[in-house]
């Protein structure tokens, strides 16, 4: 039986959510949990773009046809998570909570735009923002 896949939409040339995603793991009876740069654009990006989602502030989790995106994101995907390893139990104790999620997300974001910023790396853009390129 073919599982649905899930998708986690993010920005892979930040080093910080490269290492958060790599690490995630959700129950295989949600599913397959699929990785996707959101760099990469395509259909899965169209979708987010005409969502008025704006994925340089937040990553975007896709179960079917529903679209989580930042704090909401982070987490549902603590609430699927398989909760093994170390890693996933200290995530799902940050952000089971989407009170604490939405306190904690902003804040991580801040981090994640100065890291950026730092690195020298441009926006995606994707809403099209004009001199919204740089960090």
């Known amino acids: 039986m073919n599982q649905p896949e899930v998708l986690l939409v993010y920005d892979k040339q930040c080093p910080a959510c490269d290492f958060y995603c ?80 939405r306190v904690l997300y902003p804040v991580m974001r801040s981090g994640r735009n100065l890291l950026l910023k730092m690195l020298g790396k441009s926006r995606i853009n994707n809403l099209g923002v004009s001199g919204n390129d740089r960090f």
């Open 22 to 101: 790599k690490l995630a793991r959700i129950r295989e009876s949600v599913g397959q949990l699929i990785l996707v740069d959101a760099r990469d654009g395509g259909p899965v990006m169209d979708k987010i773009t005409a969502a008025g989602l704006d994925i340089d502030q937040g990553m975007v989790l896709i179960m079917g046809d529903r679209l989580y995106y930042g704090a909401d994101a982070i987490h549902m995907l603590s609430i699927l998570s398989s909760r093994s390893g170390f890693f996933n139990r200290i995530a799902y104790w940050m952000f089971r909570s989407a009170r604490l999620s």
